[in-house]
C-alpha cells in the first residue's frame, strides 16, 4: 500500500512540475522539462519493478514454508519385524517402541553327598517368573541427537532383592540416555546407560545363546561398572573398513558410577561411592559373505568401591550358579576389604555360515586396604560356547556392537507351512574365586595363608536348543551340569564342601 502511494504522489509532483515549467518558458523550457518527464517515468517504472520483484519474493518465501511444514506434518510409519516406527519426511526425527518380555520356569535337581556344605535341608527353589519385561522408546531428533529410553517392569523376586535389598529401591529405569552422533563414525552418550564392555554382554538380552549369560561375565560387568542402568558417560568410535575392506573396528571407553533406583541418602546405599572407568577395543579382523572373525581386549579400573556404614570400603565378588531363580549364591569371595581393582579380559568370536563359536577370558586383582594392607587377592574366570543352527540360517554380525544377533528364519512358524530355525548349543564356563586357599589334607600347610580367600570354583556345562519361531519370538531349553568345589576347615582338617546339581530351565521370549 505504501509502495502504490508512493507512486502516485511522484506521478502528482510531475504533473505539477510539468504545469509549472509550461507558463514559465519556451522551446528551451519544454526541452528541459520533457528530459525530467523522461527521468520521472523511468524512476517511476523502477519503483515498480522493484515492488513487484519483492512481491514475488514474498509469495515464493511463503510458498517454500508452507512446503517446509507439510514435510514435517508428514510422518510416515514403517513397520520392521513388527516394530512400529515414526519418522518424519526429511527423516530428522523419529521414535521407535520397543518392548521385550522374557518368562523363565526354572528347575534345580539338587545331588546331596557328603560334601554338601547344606546338608539334605537345603532345598533349591523352582519356580516360574518373568525375568525382564522391558517398554520403551528410542529414536533421534535434529538429525544428529539420539535419545532411548528403557523401563523395567519385571525382573524376578531374587534378581530384585538382591539388587536393591539395602535399601528396597526399584530399579525401574533400565536405561534412560541421549546421544550425539554429529561427528562421522563417533558417539557420546550420557545418562543411565549400558556400556560396550565384553562380548556377551555387548549381547542384546533378546539374542543371547543361553538363558543366563556365564558367570565370569556377570561379575566383570557388575563390579567393573559395565551393567545397565548406570550413571555415566560413554565414547564409543566405530568404523568400517578402518584399516582394508571388511574390517570393523570399535573403541569405547565409559567412566561410571553407581546404578539406577539406590538409595544414595544411607550410609548403606549400594554402590554410593564406586565409581570405575572401562573400555573395550574389538576388530572384526576377517570376513566374507558367509564369515565374520573378531578378537578384542577389555580393561577397567575401580577407583572406589561402596562403604559401608562404617566407612570402610569394601567389595564382594560372587554369583549364581548362572541361573536366578532360586536365591543361593554358591561361588562368593566374602566381604574383601578394598580400595581399588584393575582387570583385564581377551574376547572372541566367529561364524562360518551357521556355525558360531565364542570364548572369553578375564582377570582382575582387588588391592587391599585396612586389614588386608599388602594383601591383593587375584580371580579369574572363562568360558568358551558354540552353536549350529541346523535350519541352515546364519547368526547376523552387528557391526555397531561388535556382537552376534540371532538367526532370522528363512521358514517362519505357522500351521502347515513352516518350522522356524532350531540351534544347538553348548558352553562350558569356569569362575574361580579362590586365592590361597590351601589343599586338602590336616597338615597346617593345608590351611589358607593370611588373607587367603576361599570363594570356591564353580563349573557349569550346559546344553541348549532354541527355537527361532519367527524375527519376535523364540523358545529356549537349557540343561546344565554344575560343579562347586571349596574348600573348608572342619577341626583340623581342610576338606572339600562342594555341591553338585543339575538344573533345567525354559524360556519363552518376545521382543519388538
Known amino acids: 500500500m505504501r509502495k502504490k502511494i508512493l507512486l502516485a504522489s511522484t506521478a502528482v509532483v510531475a504533473v505539477f512540475a510539468f504545469a509549472v515549467t509550461a507558463q514559465a518558458g519556451g522551446r528551451t523550457a519544454k526541452d528541459s522539462r520533457d528530459a525530467e518527464i523522461q527521468e520521472l517515468k523511468a524512476r517511476l517504472d523502477r519503483l ?26 508428514k510422518t510416515p ?60 522408546l528410542e529414536g533421534k531428533f535434529f538429525t544428529d541427537f539420539e535419545y532411548e529410553l528403557r523401563i523395567q517392569l519385571g525382573g524376578d523376586g531374587v534378581e530384585n532383592a538382591n539388587a536393591n535389598a539395602t535399601t528396597g529401591g526399584n530399579r525401574l529405569i533400565n536405561i534412560a540416555r541421549v546421544a550425539y552422533r554429529g561427528i562421522p563414525n563417533f558417539r557420546v552418550n550420557v545418562g543411565a546407560i549400558e556400556p560396550l564392555f565384553t562380548l556377551e554382554d555387548s549381547t542384546s538380552s533378546a ?26 558417560i560413554e565414547a564409543t568410535f ?12 570399535i573403541l569405547t571407553s565409559a567412566f561410571t558410577g553407581g546404578r539406577t533406583g539406590i538409595d544414595h541418602g544411607t550410609a548403606g546405599g549400594r554402590n554410593d561411592e564406586q565409581t570405575q572407568i572401562l573400555g573395550r577395543l574389538v576388530d572384526r579382523f576377517y570376513s566374507d559373505p558367509d564369515t565374520n572373525v573378531q578378537v578384542g581386549v577389555d580393561a577397567a579400573h575401580d577407583f572406589k568401591f561402596q562403604q559401608a556404614g562404617t566407612g570402610t570400603e569394601s567389595v564382594n565378588y560372587n554369583d549364581f550358579p548362572e541361573y536366578r531363580m532360586d536365591s543361593t549364591k554358591l561361588a562368593s569371595t566374602g566381604t574383601i576389604h578394598a580400595d581399588t581393582a584393575n582387570l583385564w579380559g581377551v574376547e572372541g568370536g566367529a561364524n562360518w555360515k551357521n556355525f558360531f563359536v565364542s570364548g572369553e577370558y578375564y582377570n582382575w586383582t582387588a ?14 574366570g572363562w568360558y568358551v560356547s558354540g552353536s549350529w543352527v541346523i535350519t541352515g540360517e546364519a547368526k547376523g554380525y552387528d557391526a555397531g556392537h561388535g556382537s552376534w544377533g540371532s538367526p532370522k528364519p528363512d521358514h517362519p512358524f505357522s500351521w502347515g507351512g513352516g518350522w522356524g530355525a532350531w540351534e544347538v548349543a553348548a558352553r562350558y564356563s569356569d569362575l574361580d574365586l579362590n586365592w590361597h586357599d590351601g589343599c586338602v589334607g590336616a597338615s597346617p600347610a593345608c590351611d589358607a595363608l593370611p588373607g587367603g580367600i576361599r570363594g570356591g570354583e564353580q563349573q557349569i556345562a550346559t546344553l541348549g536348543v532354541n527355537w527361532y ?16 568345589d571349596v574348600l573348608a576347615k572342619v577341626g583340623l582338617v581342610n576338606d572339600q564342601a562342594g555341591q553338585t546339581l543339575n538344573i533345567f530351565g525354559t524360556r519363552v521370549a518376545f521382543a519388538l
Open 77 to 136: 510409519v514403517t513397520i520392521a519385524s513388527g516394530r512400529p516406527c515414526f519418522n518424519t519426511a526429511d527423516n530428522s526425527f523419529s521414535a521407535c517402541l520397543r518392548a521385550r518380555v522374557h518368562f523363565d520356569d526354572i528347575n534345580y535337581f539338587q545331588k546331596v553327598g557328603d560334601h554338601d556344605p547344606f546338608g539334605s535341608t537345603h532345598d533349591w527353589g523352582n519356580g516360574a517368573s518373568f525375568r525382564r519385561v522391558y517398554f520403551g
Open 207 to 232: 539374542d543371547l545363546l543361553f538363558l543366563e549369560r556365564a558367570s565370569v561375565d556377570v561379575v566383570t560387568i557388575g563390579n567393573f561398572g559395565g551393567d545397565d542402568a548406570r550413571h555415566g
Open 367 to 380: 588391592h587391599g586396604s585396612d586389614g588386608n594392607v599388602g594383601h591383593n587377592p587375584n580371580f579369574h
Open 48 to 73: 515498480e519493478q522493484q515492488s513487484a520483484d519483492e512481491q514475488r519474493a514474498n509469495q515464493d518465501a511463503a510458498v517454500q514454508e508452507q512446503s517446509r511444514l507439510l514435510k514435517l506434518e
Open 469 to 484: 519361531l519367527n524375527n519376535n519370538l523364540k523358545m529356549q531349553f537349557d540343561y546344565s551340569h554344575v560343579d562347586f
Open 238 to 249: 566405530q568404523k568400517a573398513n578402518t584399516f582394508y575392506q571388511g574390517d570393523n573396528v
